[in-house]
């Protein structure tokens, strides 16, 4: 993972499976199916504020501009290879 900076942005999205960035404590995980955003981000009314909003709009007009280029399905699906599950819950 790489830290964004007021000068650098130069992430893909839908590229591949293997770009991710940092801003603060939100990550960007770049697949060729889906663009993943987690964590937190606090932006403050200051000159590292603006850089962060700055570095988080020009991600977001990326993945935009990625997804304003194609014939897009209504909805997709999850692949069908995912570890994701139901569990039960332990505290109950």
Partial sequence: ?????????????????????????????NHRDHVAIFGNLTLRR?????????????V???VVAALSGTDLPAHSEMPSGTTARSVKNPFE
Avoid: C, H, W, Y
């Fill in 1 to 29: 993972m790489s830290n964004l900076s007021s000068a650098e942005t130069s992430f893909s999205p839908f590229a591949n499976d293997v770009d991710a960035l940092t801003l603060g404590e939100l990550n960007v995980e």
């Fill in 46 to 58: 200051d000159a590292d504020g603006l850089r962060q909003a700055q570095a988080l709009k020009t």
């Fill in 60 to 62: 977001l007009d990326a």
